[in-house]
């Protein structure tokens, strides 16, 4: 995974878009997304074969546009559908359960919002890890008090030189301190998802960016 992938890193479920998910993606692919995670989870989220379905039709999208295709959790609908990548966090399978069970090409991203985290994240072989919250969420139902992005300059000032990626709570109002704090990108799930125009909020999210 180069860092640039990682500059605008949309996530989206199902039940977190306004629209339709399909059209919400393509818009903000079109807006300039560079990364996308399908994260079905929460409140009305599919599962078994819709669940699975609904992945396909969003891998066939990121595939049109070059655009790596990332599944949240599910390491097995991940292996199934040969996507380019998984996410686990610090509650889910570890990176070298995942690593056994998935081909060396996928890349293997990981929560980590600690130096000793972020560091074990590192040697376990982890190709990159998202830091947060960031800011107050209302998207992730147990996420934790935020960290600020402070938290990722702590890791750059502690040796943590792997591709990392801020979330939780960004906008474009917020988006440009991530980046001057140290990260390669930011991850967005309702400021994209939730916007009535997905490639107008994604352009403007990018531009801040860079
Ligand atoms: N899904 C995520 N994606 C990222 C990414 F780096 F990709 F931006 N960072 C952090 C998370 C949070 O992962 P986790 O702690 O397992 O919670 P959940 O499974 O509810 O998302
Ligand atoms: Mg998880």
Not at 5 to 24: C, D, E, H, K
Not at 77 to 92: N, S
Request: charged content about 25%.
């Amino acid at each position: 995974m180069n860092r640039e992938q990682l500059l605008l890193y949309f996530i989206m479920g199902t039940n977190n878009s306004a629209g339709s998910p399909l059209r919400v993606l393509t818009n903000a692919i079109e807006g300039g997304v560079t990364c996308f995670q399908f994260r079905e989870k929460g409140q009305g989220a599919l599962e078994g074969a819709e669940k699975e379905q609904a992945a396909r039709d969003m891998q066939a999208i990121c595939r049109k546009h070059g655009v790596p295709f990332i599944v949240n959790d599910d390491i097995e609908l991940a292996l199934e559908l040969q996507a380019d990548g998984i996410h686990v966090g610090q509650d889910d399978e570890s990176i070298e359960a995942v690593r056994k069970k998935c081909p060396d090409y996928m890349i293997v991203g990981v929560s980590a919002k600690t130096v000793n985290e972020a560091a074990q994240a590192q040697k376990q072989g982890a190709d990159y890890i998202g830091t947060g919250p960031m800011f107050s969420t209302t998207t992730k139902a147990d996420a934790k008090s935020p960290i600020g992005p402070g938290a990722i300059t702590e890791l750059r000032e502690n040796g943590i030189d792997l591709p990392v990626v801020g979330i939780g709570g960004i906008k474009k109002e917020n988006a440009s301190e991530v980046i001057r704090a140290g990260a390669d990108g930011v991850s967005v799930i309702s400021s994209i998802s939730m916007d009535e125009d997905p490639k107008q909020a994604a352009r403007l999210l990018k531009n801040q960016l860079t």
